[in-house]
């Protein structure tokens, strides 16, 4: 069965240091992967996203993330954080099932914490 | 406004009360899902919808019910609320086929007593 993992419930980092949120995740099939952002009291909203092509993604806020298929990870990477960056970061992978609709499956989250 | 809207933002209600959570789209995206966040367990899909008059289980569908009967709305039902059910819901919707991005509400926050 197809799963994802968030090897970090906590990452806290000091403002202005780079920071790398893992994910890995475990399928049998093809797969889309993407990384949302949760601040506070707010919904998801999508940062970036590998669907095909290169292997590295750059999204929003200065994020990037490198799509690995032999080690089956999606880490997501940021030179400088801000103190804005404080947010639960999450990886998500989506596959077509066996009856052929599509499933998406959340990590557990991470949250991300700068500090000055 | 176009987007996705849910409502209330929040609720308390007393156990084995029903309560309804709205969520609306203008987007005319043809799939609608339901989220549940608790701690320790990120999202978990409750119900989702691949159009109008269509709906199936997802994750965790005990003790909630859905309807879809125009494209732009997907009510969820608590029939009879219980304090498990404390937990901030999600709407989300996308579009059919690729690139299977969901755009996400803001959440309900439901408190059950």
């Known amino acids: 069965a197809q799963s994802v993992t968030q090897l970090d419930s906590q990452v806290p980092v000091f403002e202005e240091a780079p920071v790398e949120l893992r994910c890995n995740y475990s399928?049998?099939?093809?797969?889309?992967l993407f990384w949302y952002v949760q601040y506070p009291n707010q919904g998801l909203q999508l940062l970036l996203k590998y669907l095909s092509g290169s292997t590295l993604v750059k999204g929003i806020n200065g994020f990037e993330a490198e799509f690995n298929k032999s080690q089956t990870s999606f880490h997501l990477r940021k030179p400088s954080v801000h103190i804005s960056d404080t947010a639960e970061y999450f990886c998500?992978?989506?596959?077509?099932?066996?009856?052929?609709?599509?499933?998406?499956?959340f990590g557990k989250g991470t949250k991300l914490t700068v500090n000055p | 406004d176009a987007g996705i809207t849910q409502s209330p933002r929040y609720k308390i209600t007393e156990t084995g009360r029903q309560v309804t959570l709205m969520c609306h789209q203008t987007w005319s995206h043809s799939y609608m899902f339901w989220y549940r966040q608790d701690l320790g367990h990120g999202l978990r899909l409750i119900y989702y919808s691949a159009a109008a008059d269509i709906t199936d289980k997802g994750e965790v569908p005990d003790g909630y019910v859905v309807s879809r009967s125009k494209t732009e709305n997907f009510p969820l039902t608590l029939e009879s609320a219980t304090r498990s059910q404390t937990s901030v819901y999600f709407c989300?919707?996308?579009?059919?086929?690729?690139?299977?991005?969901?755009?996400f509400g803001p959440g309900t926050r439901l408190t059950v007593t």
């Open positions: 989300a919707s996308r579009e059919r086929g690729l690139p299977y991005e969901q755009y």
């Open positions: 998500a992978v989506s596959f077509i099932t066996q009856g052929g609709s599509e499933k998406l499956v």
């Open positions: 399928s049998s099939v093809s797969v889309y």
